[in-house]
């Protein structure tokens, strides 16, 4: 039973266009979501998170949106960038709880 | 600052042997968890700590034992190795409260043969 869906495995971009990578989930108790950005051979790293009371958080040329009603979340990168290039990974987390649950992952290529 | 080390970078091992994935942290975290990435599956959690001398089991923890002795070590131990535990391992530390961000290391290439 997967509570964290990344249904697109990959995306291919332009550099300079925007980049949306999607997520949704099915658990209603979930209370926090992250995004973490890993490249190959290497661990993956946090990039941006959002708490349920809120319906977008931005930090620089990323922000991520969620829907709660939809249980859906995206992450918006802009301008997009040749060094954006990864594996992203969408999280999420029940308050209270310290058992964190991945998404499958979706490969971004940006194209220079 | 060294953050989350894992050893060793990579490991083959033929099926029934033994061994433990090192891990280690110089943040000071209470928190320490063990995941498995597979293709197409994801991160899964393996085993997670909330401080030295707990231990709680994650989504997939059946074939891995644990322990924390110190706030710094979190080992993960394969009694039996089999070839369904070909993955990459990744060892990650957090501080505070449920919803801080996980510090990973840069992972544990394991092959069981």
């Known amino acids: 039973d997967q509570q964290v869906k990344q249904n697109s495995p990959s995306l291919s971009v332009q550099e300079g266009r925007i980049s949306i990578l999607n997520c949704d989930y099915t658990n209603s108790m979930f209370d926090y979501f992250l995004w973490y950005k890993k490249y190959p051979a290497e661990g993956p790293t946090f990039l941006i998170s959002i708490s349920s009371i809120k319906d977008k958080n931005e930090d620089g040329r990323f922000t991520v949106f969620l829907n709660k009603s939809a249980k859906h979340l995206s992450l918006h990168i802009v301008p997009s960038q040749p060094g954006d290039s990864a594996v992203y990974f969408c999280a999420a987390i029940q308050g209270g709880s310290e058992k964190l649950v991945f998404g499958k992952g979706m490969k971004l290529t940006v194209n220079p | 600052n060294a953050g989350v080390t894992q050893t060793p970078k990579f490991q083959v091992l033929k099926t029934g042997q033994s061994m433990t994935l090192q891990c280690a942290q110089d943040?000071?975290?209470?928190?320490m968890s063990w995941y498995r990435q597979d293709p197409g599956m994801g991160l899964r959690l393996i085993h997670y700590s909330v401080g030295a001398g707990i231990t709680d089991q994650g989504e997939v923890p059946n074939g891995y034992n644990v322990s924390r002795s110190t706030t710094e070590d979190f080992p993960l131990r394969l009694l039996s190795a089999a070839p369904s535990q070909t993955s990459v391992y990744f060892c990650?530390?957090?501080?505070?409260?449920?919803?801080?961000?996980?510090?990973f290391g840069s992972g544990t290439q394991l092959s069981v043969l």
């Open positions: 943040m000071n975290h209470e928190y």
């Open positions: 990650a530390s957090k501080d505070g409260g449920w919803h801080e961000k996980l510090f």
